[in-house]
């Protein structure tokens, strides 16, 4: 095994699981020998967790590797030791050693499961390798349980193991690993006669070594796909035995089913898949009853069953087995007669002409050569055929009476170009069999009317004869041109339409515009679907991501069509059978669905990173602070208290008294300020708009400061603003309590008002030593103060002034008072102006905020 490279910086961590069929194959000791050659090559490695199950050979392969303590855990009185995820991440190292994979953490834990803690340590950059056997996988859960009779509670998704980087498979034949039981080297030896009697019996390890492989053997099979799609590879790779079966839904399908079961039973692990083509109009060309007996009969052979549209069977039938990258296709001899056969080839040849390296395997039957023509589609729409045989049938019978009035004026080479250009014109109608027709009744016209002897099918004159059949083989031969034109334009549109859907989708996935739901609402308008849906597998059920349409298929079986999105998720077609053409078109809008849930997925994973990141940097500052701020006024108060208790004069206890009242309200607005930046960052503060007068507001925002300290300029006759008035008189408290506080005692604080444009600016002026530049850009950040040395507080005023203002609709701005100092702008809509923030929605119930 050659052993991938540590990840890159910056990039998730490569997962490397060894996967084995039961307990005690090797996989721990497979994983630790790995340990040891990457630390033999240089890398770093340590061992995260490794349960040696008191196995000697087990622990001497931990000898020489740094093995990293385990986190204990108490429940109920017991002490556990799991993996320490925290100690993992503070070594960093290059590679970690994590065994058990569907492991159950103890209660208390970070995660209940270990693989996911595995995901935590991946999204750091640090390769993981663990071990998992068969019977923990989640999809085989219910087959474990059938062939041992024990039903696995510790489980792992199978998408977390199929998107490993890599998957070794730990194998060991059933009779070897009965003798490794019975030698004490998996369980102790009072275990020994109840394992090999019950769990391992030779039958139950050779069911649970089949899974294994079959399993890993599709996981393979998907990482070819994945290749050959990638690379653009059409030609099929015989890497797996596939049969495809052609069924017609006729009486022979039924054999050329049971055969193609023997041939695909040959090999183990091959899949058998019956196809049907239907024609391009999607009508059925065999009886439905008939098709869903065939259908059953492949399920009951292991097989599956699919449906597509094609013009040519031939071609539809081999486009399937490429997109599938079949082995072989099983088809029937030709129903059609010899002489039939004779005209044009059946089936079954062309097919073996347009297969390529994929074998064919014709199979008689009773019904072989028995004279069934399947009829020939046109390109054509409905309407044409039906105008073009009109034409054909009633125009030369109009044209033969027009020339016999005209017999005296016009020649018969006149008269053979003008039937010449009716049956050119029947062609551009009707196509290639009504201008046949036109040009054979043409000519029995012209040798009856208009060619010497005339009222006789003879031709009299060599040069007539010649210009006769002339005159058929050039309408015949236009004809087909036509036809052929007209299937060309059909295949260009078509072309045209899936690169321009492609493109479509390409862009918007590039550019980030299309959600999942946006792609399934085009892949249903692009394919004309009836509903389309975005399916992902929760255990036994599906759950729906996205949808579009009436009455989607909710499970798989229940859709036309079914595309794989990936490991877990699916999309469901219905309304109509799709051609055999359109599954690169969809394979491709599949991958798209894929990109768009992959970045959906990163974009949630990043903006939950921003917003813990956000949180643990709050909850930071917010310890910080209220360490350093809440100590001052609670010791005040704590020594005020214990004061009041002393016997002292009525000056000391009044002053005791006043010392308690200032630390009490500082402490009061340091905890109001919490509760407000926590109502914001919650997102629980409603205003309830209304038009108010700033006579309401102002006022009462000043009070409580020193006299002299705050100076009032607000003219009485301003008009009414649209605000919440106990939440702007917050904001305006908030901003002077700053202002007081920062101004140093330069000089009182003024706060003014005057209207400008559609809006109310209030002004709070102080001149203080200003904000630095610099810092402006972070003024209105929470726990952001001008100095720490200065004052008291948690530094979030303006942060609550700021958010609150928002909330009513208005904008707090700073700019540099003149002279020195800082002005703080209050924006506040006028009543007659449109508020920028909508008020309460009705039934709500306003926040109360105290001022």
Same mark, same amino acid.
């Given at each position: 095994?050659?052993?991938?490279?540590?990840?890159?910086?910056?990039?998730?961590?490569?997962?490397?699981?060894?996967?084995?069929?039961?307990?005690?194959?090797?996989?721990?000791?497979?994983?630790?020998?790995?340990?040891?050659?990457?630390?033999?090559?240089?890398?770093?490695?340590?061992?995260?967790?490794?349960?040696?199950?008191?196995?000697?050979?087990?622990?001497?392969?931990?000898?020489?590797?740094?093995?990293?303590? $385990? $986190?204990?855990?108490?429940? @109920?009185?017991?002490?556990? /030791?799991?993996?320490?995820?925290?100690?993992?991440?503070?070594?960093?190292?290059?590679?970690?050693?994590?065994?058990?994979?569907?492991?159950?953490?103890?209660?208390?834990?970070? &995660?209940?499961? @270990?693989?996911?803690?595995? &995901?935590?340590?991946?999204?750091?950059?640090?390769?993981?390798?663990?071990?998992?056997?068969?019977? &923990?996988?989640?999809?085989?859960?219910?087959?474990?349980?059938?062939?041992?009779?024990?039903?696995?509670?510790? *489980?792992?998704?199978?998408?977390?193991?199929?998107?490993?980087?890599?998957?070794?498979?730990?194998?060991?034949?059933?009779?070897?690993?009965?003798?490794?039981?019975?030698?004490?080297?998996?369980? $102790?030896?009072?275990?020994?006669?109840?394992?090999?009697?019950?769990?391992?019996?030779?039958?139950?390890?050779?069911?649970?070594?089949?899974?294994?492989?079959?399993?890993?053997?599709? $996981?393979?099979?998907?990482?070819?796909?994945?290749?050959?799609?990638?690379?653009?590879?059409?030609?099929?790779?015989?890497?797996?035995?596939?049969?495809?079966?052609?069924?017609?839904?006729?009486?022979?399908?039924?054999?050329?089913?049971?055969?193609?079961?023997?041939?695909?039973?040959?090999?183990?692990?091959?899949?058998?898949?019956?196809?049907?083509?239907? +024609?391009?109009?999607?009508?059925?060309?065999?009886?439905?009853?008939?098709?869903?007996?065939?259908?059953?009969?492949?399920?009951?052979?292991?097989?599956?069953?699919?449906?597509?549209?094609?013009? %040519?069977?031939?071609?539809?039938?081999?486009?399937?087995?490429?997109?599938?990258?079949? *082995?072989?296709?099983?088809?029937?001899?030709?129903?059609?007669? @010899?002489?039939?056969?004779?005209?044009?080839?059946?089936?079954?040849?062309?097919?073996?002409?347009?297969?390529?390296?994929?074998?064919?395997?014709?199979?008689?039957?009773?019904?072989?050569?028995?004279?069934?023509?399947?009829?020939?589609?046109?390109?054509?729409?409905?309407?044409?055929?039906?105008?073009?045989?009109?034409?054909?049938?009633?125009?030369?019978?109009?044209? #033969?009476?027009?020339?016999?009035?005209?017999?005296?004026?016009?020649?018969?080479?006149?008269?053979?170009?003008?039937?010449?250009?009716?049956?050119?014109?029947?062609?551009?109608?009707?196509?290639?069999?009504?201008?046949?027709?036109?040009?054979?009744?043409?000519?029995?016209?012209?040798?009856?009317?208009?060619?010497?002897?005339?009222?006789?099918?003879?031709?009299?004159?060599?040069?007539?004869?010649?210009?006769?059949?002339?005159?058929?083989?050039?309408?015949?031969?236009?004809?087909?041109?036509?036809?052929?034109?007209?299937?060309?334009?059909?295949?260009?549109?078509?072309?045209?339409?899936?690169?321009?859907?492609?493109?479509?989708?390409?862009?918007?996935?590039?550019?980030?515009?299309?959600?999942?739901?946006?792609?399934?609402?085009?892949?249903?308008?692009?394919?004309?679907?009836?509903?389309?849906?975005?399916?992902? +597998?929760?255990?036994?059920?599906?759950?729906?991501?996205?949808?579009?349409?009436?009455?989607?298929?909710?499970?798989?079986?229940?859709?036309?069509?079914?595309?794989?999105? %990936?490991?877990?998720?699916?999309?469901?077609? /219905?309304?109509?059978?799709?051609?055999?053409?359109?599954?690169?078109?969809?394979?491709?809008?599949?991958?798209?669905?894929?990109?768009?849930?992959?970045?959906?997925?990163?974009?949630?994973?990043?903006?939950?990173?921003?917003?813990?990141?956000?949180?643990?940097?709050?909850?930071?500052?917010?310890?910080?602070?209220?360490?350093?701020?809440?100590?001052?006024?609670?010791?005040?108060?704590?020594?005020?208290?214990?004061?009041?208790?002393?016997?002292?004069?009525?000056?000391?206890?009044?002053?005791?008294?006043?010392?308690?009242?200032?630390?009490?309200?500082?402490?009061?607005?340091?905890?109001?300020?919490?509760? %407000?930046?926590?109502?914001?960052?919650?997102?629980?503060?409603?205003?309830?708009?209304?038009?108010?007068?700033?006579?309401?507001?102002?006022?009462?925002?000043?009070?409580?400061?020193?006299?002299?300290?705050?100076?009032?300029?607000?003219?009485?006759?301003?008009?009414?603003?649209?605000?919440?008035?106990?939440?702007?008189?917050?904001?305006?408290?908030?901003?002077?309590?700053?202002?007081?506080?920062?101004?140093?005692?330069?000089?009182?604080?003024?706060?003014?008002?005057?209207?400008?444009?559609?809006?109310?600016?209030?002004?709070?002026?102080? #001149?203080?030593?200003?904000?630095?530049?610099?810092?402006?850009?972070?003024?209105?950040?929470?726990?952001?103060?001008?100095?720490?040395?200065?004052?008291?507080?948690?530094?979030?005023?303006? +942060?609550?002034?700021?958010?609150?203002?928002?909330?009513?609709?208005?904008?707090?701005?700073?700019?540099? *008072?003149?002279?020195?100092?800082?002005?703080?702008?209050?924006?506040?809509?006028?009543?007659?102006?449109?508020?920028?923030?909508?008020?309460?929605?009705?039934? %709500?119930?306003?926040?109360?905020?105290?001022?």
């Amino acid at each position: 095994m050659t052993s991938a490279e540590p990840s890159a910086p910056g990039r998730p961590g490569r997962l490397t699981v060894y996967l084995g069929a039961a307990p005690g194959v090797g996989k721990t000791y497979a994983m630790l020998d790995e340990a040891h050659r990457r630390l033999a090559r240089g890398t770093d490695v340590v061992v995260g967790l490794v349960e040696d199950h008191g196995r000697a050979a087990t622990a001497a392969q931990l000898d020489g590797l740094e093995v990293l303590p $385990r $986190r204990v855990l108490v429940h @109920r009185g017991v002490s556990f /030791t799991e993996l320490d995820v925290d100690a993992v991440l503070a070594r960093a190292p290059q590679v970690v050693m994590i065994d058990e994979l569907a492991h159950t953490n103890v209660p208390g834990s970070a &995660h209940a499961k @270990r693989w996911q803690d595995v &995901h935590d340590v991946l999204a750091a950059g640090i390769d993981v390798v663990t071990t998992v056997n068969v019977q &923990h996988l989640e999809s085989l859960n219910d087959d474990v349980e059938a062939i041992t009779g024990v039903k696995q509670r510790e *489980t792992v998704p199978d998408h977390v193991v199929r998107d490993a980087d890599q998957i070794q498979l730990v194998d060991l034949a059933p009779e070897a690993l009965r003798r490794r039981l019975a030698h004490g080297n998996v369980y $102790r030896a009072e275990q020994i006669d109840a394992s090999l009697s019950q769990y391992f019996r030779v039958g139950n390890l050779t069911a649970l070594r089949e899974l294994a492989l079959l399993w890993l053997a599709d $996981r393979v099979d998907d990482a070819l796909a994945t290749y050959r799609r990638d690379h653009r590879i059409e030609t099929p790779w015989p890497a797996r035995e596939r049969v495809v079966v052609a069924v017609t839904g006729g009486p022979e399908a039924d054999t050329l089913l049971r055969r193609g079961a023997r041939i695909a039973q040959r090999a183990a692990g091959s899949e058998l898949l019956a196809v049907h083509v239907l +024609a391009t109009d999607g009508l059925p060309s065999a009886a439905p009853g008939a098709i869903a007996s065939q259908r059953r009969l492949v399920e009951s052979l292991g097989g599956t069953f699919h449906t597509v549209v094609g013009e %040519d069977v031939a071609t539809a039938v081999v486009d399937f087995a490429r997109g599938v990258n079949a *082995t072989m296709i099983v088809v029937g001899v030709s129903r059609r007669s @010899r002489w039939r056969e004779a005209l044009s080839e059946g089936n079954g040849t062309e097919i073996a002409r347009l297969a390529g390296v994929i074998d064919v395997h014709l199979v008689t039957h009773e019904k072989a050569r028995g004279g069934r023509r399947r009829p020939r589609r046109s390109a054509l729409s409905p309407s044409r055929r039906v105008a073009g045989w009109a034409t054909a049938v009633l125009g030369p019978v109009l044209l #033969t009476a027009l020339l016999s009035a005209l017999r005296d004026v016009v020649s018969l080479p006149t008269e053979l170009m003008l039937f010449l250009a009716l049956t050119v014109l029947v062609a551009l109608i009707g196509g290639l069999w009504p201008a046949i027709v036109s040009a054979v009744v043409g000519f029995l016209l012209l040798n009856w009317f208009f060619t010497v002897p005339t009222g006789h099918l003879t031709v009299d004159q060599p040069e007539n004869a010649l210009a006769l059949g002339v005159f058929v083989l050039v309408a015949a031969g236009v004809a087909s041109v036509v036809d052929l034109a007209a299937r060309r334009t059909a295949e260009a549109f078509r072309a045209r339409a899936e690169a321009s859907a492609l493109a479509a989708v390409s862009r918007s996935v590039l550019t980030g515009e299309d959600t999942a739901a946006a792609l399934v609402a085009r892949l249903r308008e692009t394919f004309t679907l009836s509903a389309v849906a975005l399916l992902s +597998a929760r255990g036994s059920g599906w759950d729906v991501l996205a949808s579009d349409g009436a009455d989607p298929a909710l499970r798989p079986e229940d859709a036309d069509a079914v595309l794989t999105v %990936d490991d877990r998720r699916v999309l469901t077609l /219905t309304g109509r059978v799709l051609p055999a053409g359109d599954r690169r078109v969809l394979e491709a809008f599949a991958s798209q669905v894929g990109i768009v849930l992959e970045h959906d997925r990163l974009r949630a994973q990043a903006e939950q990173a921003r917003v813990l990141e956000q949180a643990d940097s709050t909850r930071t500052a917010l310890l910080a602070a209220v360490s350093h701020d809440l100590r001052t006024p609670l010791a005040t108060i704590r020594a005020s208290v214990d004061g009041l208790s002393l016997q002292l004069d009525p000056s000391d206890r009044a002053a005791l008294v006043l010392t308690l009242a200032e630390s009490t309200a500082q402490l009061e607005r340091l905890i109001d300020n919490l509760l %407000d930046l926590s109502r914001l960052q919650t997102g629980s503060v409603r205003p309830v708009l209304r038009a108010t007068s700033l006579d309401e507001i102002v006022p009462l925002a000043v009070e409580g400061f020193p006299p002299g300290a705050v100076v009032l300029d607000v003219p009485e006759e301003l008009p009414f603003v649209l605000t919440d008035p106990g939440l702007l008189e917050r904001v305006v408290a908030n901003l002077v309590s700053n202002a007081v506080r920062y101004a140093g005692g330069a000089g009182p604080v003024r706060v003014s008002a005057a209207v400008v444009g559609r809006g109310m600016v209030l002004r709070v002026v102080d #001149t203080g030593p200003g904000v630095p530049d610099e810092l402006k850009a972070r003024l209105f950040a929470p726990f952001q103060r001008l100095d720490d040395g200065a004052g008291t507080g948690l530094g979030l005023g303006l +942060a609550v002034a700021e958010g609150l203002a928002t909330a009513v609709g208005a904008e707090v701005t700073a700019e540099d *008072t003149p002279g020195g100092g800082l002005t703080m702008l209050v924006t506040v809509p006028l009543e007659s102006a449109p508020a920028t923030s909508g008020g309460a929605a009705p039934g %709500d119930d306003p926040v109360e905020v105290s001022s």
